[in-house]
């Protein structure tokens, strides 16, 4: 296992294009992470007022809130690490790196493994970055404290955590399937923030389908699935009521997702001619 997950580092250590894409997810997240209280900001300087409230007091980065609040923004550059778990994947299929591990005496087996291990090292140093923003940040900005109230609601970056593991691994078998790498990364693009959301608003809102089987139907979606694990949670500054935990219903459902997108990257390694 070890063996594999340093074969990996080897693949991807000297590519110029990983570290890009590496580069701009971090941006993203120090973007995100901070990017709140400086539009609060530009907010006030530009006279905004909500009924004679301050934006700038709003508490977006108090404890335990602050955990839902970066991780939802966060899930959205999901889609940088998955770019690399594509990229990686087309260019074993490419070059025959692939193939090449498998007469060196690697089972496909082992590198089903290695790549499941590195989305889960890219999960979780991923959601360290999390973890890290959300508390300097909170530290600074937090009208809250205390160890209680700090490591509260935790349970988001674990969510976290596991949506990009589960939204990886769709990446990794559409890589499969499709083959080429710039197809498959304009694909997931517009069916996680197109097609999917698009299809899920249709049947859950409109009122031939509102009420029926489809609206029903909606909640198993894979991309909608994940994105309900973390719902929207800036309703509450609005005195709204919101999903402040994470769905376990969505966690089964994504989890089952899971188990057909391994099974089928199995099945497709199994089939395919290495050799």
Same mark, same amino acid.
Not at 138 to 149: N, Q
């Given at each position: 296992?070890i063996?594999?997950?340093?074969? @990996?580092w080897?693949?991807?250590?000297?590519?110029? =294009?990983?570290?890009? /894409?590496?580069?701009?997810?971090?941006?993203? /997240?120090?973007?995100?992470?901070? +990017?709140? +209280?400086?539009?609060?900001?530009?907010?006030?300087?530009?006279?905004?007022?909500?009924?004679?409230?301050?934006?700038?007091? =709003?508490p977006?980065? *108090?404890?335990p *809130?602050?955990?839902?609040?970066?991780? !939802?923004?966060?899930?959205?550059?999901? $889609?940088?690490?998955?770019?690399?778990?594509?990229?990686?994947?087309?260019? *074993?299929?490419?070059?025959?790196?692939?193939?090449?591990?498998?007469?060196? %005496?690697?089972?496909?087996?082992?590198?089903?493994?290695?790549?499941?291990?590195?989305?889960?090292?890219?999960?979780? /140093?991923?959601?360290?970055?999390?973890?890290?923003? %959300?508390?300097?940040? %909170?530290? /600074?900005?937090?009208?809250?404290?205390?160890?209680?109230?700090?490591?509260?609601?935790?349970?988001?970056?674990?969510?976290?955590?596991?949506?990009?593991?589960? !939204?990886?691994?769709?990446?990794?078998?559409?890589?499969?399937?499709?083959?080429?790498? +710039?197809?498959?990364?304009?694909?997931?693009? #517009? !069916?996680?923030?197109?097609?999917?959301?698009?299809? =899920?608003?249709?049947?859950?809102?409109?009122?031939?389908?509102?009420? %029926?089987?489809?609206?029903?139907?909606?909640?198993?979606?894979?991309?909608?699935?994940?994105?309900?694990?973390?719902?929207?949670?800036?309703?509450?500054?609005?005195?709204? @009521?919101?999903?402040? !935990?994470?769905?376990?219903?969505?966690? #089964?459902?994504?989890? +089952?997702?899971?188990?057909?997108?391994?099974?089928?990257?199995?099945? $497709?390694?199994n089939?395919?001619?290495?050799k």
């Amino acid at each position: 296992m070890i063996r594999a997950l340093k074969l @990996e580092w080897l693949k991807i250590k000297n590519y110029r =294009v990983f570290w890009i /894409l590496i580069s701009m997810y971090l941006l993203a /997240l120090v973007i995100i992470a901070s +990017g709140g +209280g400086l539009f609060l900001a530009w907010l006030k300087s530009e006279g905004a007022d909500f009924n004679g409230i301050d934006p700038t007091i =709003v508490p977006i980065f *108090d404890f335990p *809130d602050i955990w839902q609040n970066i991780t !939802y923004l966060s899930s959205f550059a999901k $889609i940088f690490i998955a770019f690399m778990v594509i990229i990686s994947v087309n260019n *074993d299929l490419t070059y025959n790196t692939l193939r090449q591990n498998i007469i060196d %005496g690697l089972s496909k087996k082992e590198y089903l493994a290695s790549k499941l291990m590195m989305i889960v090292s890219l999960a979780a /140093l991923s959601t360290l970055f999390v973890f890290l923003s %959300g508390f300097i940040n %909170g530290m /600074l900005y937090s009208h809250v404290r205390g160890m209680e109230v700090v490591f509260a609601k935790t349970q988001f970056l674990f969510a976290y955590f596991y949506e990009i593991a589960v !939204y990886c691994s769709l990446a990794f078998l559409l890589s499969l399937l499709i083959k080429k790498s +710039g197809f498959v990364i304009v694909a997931l693009f #517009l !069916y996680t923030f197109m097609f999917e959301p698009i299809a =899920v608003a249709v049947f859950e809102n409109a009122p031939y389908f509102k009420g %029926g089987v489809m609206s029903q139907i909606a909640q198993y979606f894979p991309i909608n699935a994940l994105n309900n694990l973390i719902s929207v949670p800036f309703g509450r500054y609005i005195f709204r @009521e919101i999903q402040d !935990y994470v769905s376990v219903k969505s966690f #089964l459902i994504s989890f +089952g997702w899971l188990l057909v997108y391994i099974l089928s990257i199995s099945y $497709i390694l199994n089939k395919k001619d290495l050799k």
